[in-house]
């Protein structure tokens, strides 16, 4: 795509990098000037990969890419091209089935991609073209372009709000389809556009908007819009995301908006956030890998000793030419070199069955039809939002049973998000309970903790700065002539916060009317209703963790009005109020209430007029604004004056503290990230019982580190004391650490943003102890960590370093809101929580689920089943790993794929109740402890113990020269057969000693399987095929079953070769009812590992 860049008519500003220009209903905002069309991606979305022309291409590339596949193909090659012992159909037939059914999965799953966005390409939408409205299909929408949209319409590209059919030019969108957030937003248009309601009008505007170049940030825009009327001088005005309508989102209370497109296609922040997620691999896949890696050196060996032994047995001369099998001169002249490297290919084609192929598509469709459990399980269902779990990748469902970490928020997450407001102290005051209205705050139904109270004008002014200080909106109709039924009053935010703020303030007879044209309107406990302008809204960010309104008062006086975190409001005010203040903001905290502190400041006009300026100019900026607001703000946000603070209760989810105790006792880390002050984050943590009553805290904070004038000093020192406690206290091993965590002193770390910054960031030279090494050997000790005033970034880094531990230990985060995205990206397993901060983490996350409570069963049950289930698909996979091309082609597709699929997605060889109501079973497949070395040597070993019983089994059985009565003598045909049958008959037996969990789904498979080898082989064998040059097959099968020899041989030869797995699963049964609870009887797995604690 070209971009042509023209700045001309944008007052005077340079040329900027990174920017476009788009002309507002593509007319040129000058008659003097030639216009040149501009050249930018039309609106179509494309997500699908592929095309009618280059699917086949494309998609034999991907597939080729995976080693397993392209391994399959040099085989099938050689054999087309070397002489070797088998035909090509024995390695082409299942390479070109998986390639088949992945390639009719990807296509199927394109055509459904291609069919949504034909959808939405072709949707009817209204453009305004000379003074008309014209009808149009979506995807002819043009940059430029002036887009109708009605109510309840979705936005179709992201457009520039012009006007709506209000007259202050708001319109009302909710955004569930793009964060899930189900509240309406509103949106504004700039005032000189507000009055084009009409399309002639609308049509007339002459405009250019000057923006950023597209990107996927939501939240961020930055722009102006240029606007020309008859005088020279344009009207510039500034852009932000309050103007923008993002495609995918949806008009809601608002008869109808006229808007100005300025990203399309491809180029909308929706298309451009559903592109690049990162892949994530799961231990077991890096476990597949290794195994093929092994067994590839297996094959290697072998295909190189028989090479090897072929020709020193050749040595011989009659062994190399005998008289029945002579040379032809072209074999004599053969260039020998040459002739043992084609040897060495054939014998790797005849063992190369030994790598299943068809592994992998059993492994996919095990994954994706495994993970429909998880959106089907009933007990994740929530009511109140009407939905159960989501799952957005089925890669990583067994890493939810290999979880040795876990990082949470605590806001949204451990609680619920819904405030209610608590209390409040005005100049050291405390206010609780409901207000009389006929005294304002002067008495309460509550407890009064003191009998004086603050100065009647300051009650007011801090129920004022409540009413004022906010973003949120009153739902339209609720007022009727200006007058409004406050019992009928009926709010919205983006933060449960501000409207439990509004509500406090509503109880005490301050009541938040809402916005109209530009004043906010206040009705004070007096019935009066009083207007204020607004003249500007700082708004909140994490960084400053605060926002203000600047207002000005029917009287002429400029206020300014500011709420926020008490480390961000308290440098900013004078030091003689932060006492009163205080000891009420610290005493709330404690006892597990959310706090913000008010403050307030007069603006003098001069002021105002000099900080209006600056912050036109920062808004006006397309370069850096941000920055250069976030300074502005900066600037303003000092020398206010304390007025009070707040305390707001956010509840404690349901089974949060139950579920904690559960993920303590299945042996994994828990720790809370969150950007919460200390002792409200601490006051959480034990309430859901992450601290115990017995926990010895250790804390890492700014607060304890500032005792001394050299932080790093202090922080050294405090961190060099705890390593040693903590060293004393727990044995070095790491394989008892899970059982002390349960049976010892248990620690708790709680650290802060500031001290971890410090720690990350240290100064201290490469020769001394490093404070992050250090930090981290603590951390692995303690069970529970506690991470406060964390900022999203932080979280992430959090993660990232427990992620790079020695032993790369599994992590997974969850977590509600936005700020906890970067953290669920970057653990190995993201959860996010449908709650109330919208959808941005559960539309980020792997899984989705409604409430914390359910990721108990999550990792308890399906993860440690999800584990089980697919390392014993792995290990029988290789395990059961020939003859003639039939049956080796069909043996890894048919006759014995259906049965391990069935066990991998039905199997339960613990009952589900038990494996959440015990979590001490967790800690036995942790560790990836089913794909260790040790358990696949056992697999190995069996093959190769079977393998050596079918083989010279059935050899002693054709040392007797005549099997029949006729004495018929067998050749090697049916010495091939009697091995292959045994083969299938104990593959299968082995995973029916090993099902515990039986359906009618398991009977159908199993047996189904057997039934349908023995048609197979009748079927085959009993007809002469027109399009096979040899018939060796014909007659085998039956003639074998004709002789009584054969069948004792197959059934003595399974019972043999099954021994060792009979005789294990009689010693776990004597030893289990020899150490037998009458309350809790669990069968065991051969891998599981042994833990100390045992059962109790």
């Known amino acids: 795509m070209f971009r042509r860049s023209f700045n001309r008519f944008c007052a005077g500003e340079e040329k900027r990098v990174g920017t476009r220009t788009v002309f507002v209903g593509n007319h040129p905002v000058s008659e003097t000037e030639a216009y040149i069309a501009q050249k930018f991606c039309d609106n179509r979305i494309i997500s699908s990969k592929y095309t009618l022309w280059n699917f086949l291409p494309k998609n034999l590339f991907e597939q080729f890419r995976r080693i397993a596949n392209f391994y399959f193909l040099i085989i099938f090659l050689i054999q087309v091209t070397v002489d070797t012992p088998t035909s090509p159909i024995t390695s082409g037939l299942p390479l070109f089935f998986v390639i088949t059914v992945t390639a009719i999965k990807q296509g199927y799953e394109d055509w459904l991609r291609h069919r949504a966005d034909n959808e939405v390409n072709k949707s009817t939408v209204y453009i305004i073209e000379n003074a008309k409205r014209v009808k149009k299909e979506s995807e002819k929408i043009k940059v430029g372009d002036i887009v109708e949209v009605q109510a309840d319409e979705t936005f179709p590209c992201d457009l520039i709000l012009l006007s709506s059919c209000t007259v202050d030019g708001t319109c009302y969108v909710t955004t569930a389809s793009l964060d899930g957030e189900s509240n309406c937003k509103t949106h504004y248009a700039v005032r000189d556009t507000i009055e084009l309601r009409t399309v002639e009008s609308i049509d007339n505007l002459r405009a250019a908007i000057e923006c950023e170049q597209p990107q996927s940030d939501l939240y961020k825009f930055v722009g102006r819009i240029n606007i020309y009327s008859n005088s020279l001088e344009a009207v510039a005005r500034s852009l932000g995301p309050e103007n923008l309508l993002l495609k995918g989102a949806t008009l809601k209370n608002t008869k109808k908006i006229y808007g100005v497109a300025v990203y399309t296609g491809m180029e909308t922040k929706m298309a451009l956030n559903y592109q690049g997620k990162s892949q994530k691999r799961s231990a077991v896949e890096k476990s597949i890998n290794a195994f093929l890696i092994v067994y590839l050196f297996i094959l290697l060996t072998k295909a190189a000793i028989c090479t090897t032994l072929k020709y020193v047995w050749q040595s011989t001369p009659y062994n190399d030419e005998p008289w029945y099998n002579q040379k032809t001169q072209k074999e004599r002249e053969t260039w020998k070199v040459l002739k043992m490297f084609t040897d060495f290919l054939s014998f790797m084609v005849l063992f190369n069955f030994i790598i299943p192929v068809s592994m992998y598509v059993t492994v996919e469709m095990q994954k994706f039809l495994g993970s429909f459990f998880i959106s089907w399980d009933n007990d994740f269902y929530d009511e109140e939002i009407n939905e159960g779990a989501l799952v957005n990748t089925s890669d990583l469902n067994e890493e939810l049973g290999q979880v040795d970490y876990v990082f949470t928020d605590k806001t949204g997450t451990l609680t619920e998000n819904s405030m209610e407001f608590i209390e409040c102290c005005i100049d050291g005051h405390k206010y609780k309970g409901v207000a009389q209205e006929t005294d304002g705050l002067s008495q309460t139904d509550g407890p009064l903790p003191y009998l004086d109270r603050a100065d009647k004008n300051r009650e007011e002014l801090f129920l004022r700065a409540l009413c004022l200080c906010h973003t949120v909106e009153v739902k339209p109709n609720d007022t009727v002539d200006g007058v409004t039924e406050s019992s009928e009053l009926t709010y919205m935010s983006s933060s449960p916060d501000e409207i439990a703020l509004v509500k406090g303030a509503k109880k005490y007879g301050f009541t938040f009317v809402g916005v109209q044209n530009g004043y906010m309107r206040v009705e004070n406990q007096r019935k009066e209703i009083e207007e204020y302008e607004l003249l500007h809204t700082l708004n909140f960010d ?160 700014t607060k304890t580190i500032e005792e001394s004038e050299r932080k790093e000093d202090r922080l050294h020192e405090l961190l060099t004391e705890y390593r040693k406690k903590l060293l004393r206290e727990f044995p070095k091993s790491t394989r008892s650490l899970k059982k002390a965590w349960t049976e010892h002193q248990e620690y708790g770390l709680i650290i802060d943003g500031s001290t971890l910054s410090l720690i990350l960031n240290s100064s201290q030279d490469s020769g001394s102890n490093n404070y992050k090494s250090i930090f981290l050997q603590i951390c692995m000790k303690c069970t529970a960590v506690l991470c406060c005033r964390m900022a999203p970034l932080q979280k992430a880094q959090i993660v990232r370093m427990v992620k790079n531990l020695k032993g790369s230990p599994i992590t997974l985060s969850i977590g509600d809101g936005a700020n906890d995205v970067s953290m669920i990206l970057e653990s190995h397993v993201g959860i996010g929580i449908k ?189 002469i095929w027109p399009f096979l040059k040899q018939q060796r097959m014909y007659f085998i099968f039956a003639q074998m079953l004709s002789s009584v020899s054969i069948w004792l041989t197959i059934i003595l030869l399974i019972f043999v070769s099954l021994s060792p797995e009979m005789l294990r699963i009689v010693l776990r049964s004597v030893r289990r009812r020899s150490t037998r609870n009458p309350n809790l009887e669990l069968p065991m797995l051969l891998s599981y590992k042994h833990i100390d604690s045992g059962y109790r």
Not at 888 to 904: D, E, G, K, R, W
């Open 835 to 1023: 709650g109330k901060e919208g959808r941005q983490a559960s539309r980020n996350s792997d899984y989705a689920v409604p409430k914390f409570k359910h990721l108990k069963k999550l990792l308890l049950a399906h993860g440690h089943l999800y584990y089980v289930r697919i390392a014993h698909l792995v290990q029988y996979f290789f395990y059961k790993p020939l003859y003639d091309a039939a049956y080796l082609t069909m043996y890894n597709i048919c006759f014995t794929s259906l049965p391990i699929l069935a066990y991998s997605l039905l199997e339960q060889h613990i009952n589900i109740d038990t494996l959440t109501s015990d979590p001490r079973l967790y800690m036995k497949i942790s560790g990836n402890a089913m794909l260790q070395l040790g358990p696949f040597l056992y697999w190995t070993f069996l093959a190769a113990f079977e393998g050596t019983v079918f083989f010279f089994g059935t050899y002693f059985l054709f040392q007797t020269t005549s099997l029949d009565e006729n004495g018929k003598v067998y050749g090697n045909w049916t010495f091939g057969t009697i091995i292959f049958t045994i083969l299938v008959f104990t593959v299968t037996l082995k995973l029916a000693l090993d099902t515990r969990f039986w359906t009618w789904i398991n009977h159908l498979v199993i047996w189904g399987s057997l039934a349908f080898y023995v048609f197979f082989s009748f079927f085959w064998g009993g007809i």
């Open 542 to 701: 994490s960084v400053r963790r605060r926002m203000s309104v600047i207002v000005k008062t029917q009287s002429g006086d400029i206020l300014l009005f500011c709420k926020g975190a008490d480390s961000a409001v308290f440098p900013r005010v004078q030091n003689h109020e932060i006492d009163l203040i205080k000891v009420h903001v610290e005493h709330n905290a404690m006892e597990g209430y959310r706090t913000l502190c008010i403050a307030f400041k007069e603006i003098a006009p001069d002021d105002y007029e000099r900080v209006n300026r600056q912050l036109i100019e920062a808004k006006m900026a397309l370069q850096d604004r941000e920055e250069k607001m976030e300074k502005v703000f900066d600037e303003i946000e000092t020398d206010m004056h304390l007025i009070g603070a707040t305390a707001v209760e956010d509840k404690l989810q349901d089974q949060a503290a139950e579920t904690i105790e559960a993920l303590h006792a299945a042996g994994l880390k828990v720790w809370v990230l969150t950007g919460d002050k200390m002792e409200t984050a601490k006051s959480t943590c034990y309430a859901c019982r992450l601290f115990q009553t017995n926990t010895e805290l250790l804390e890492l904070t």
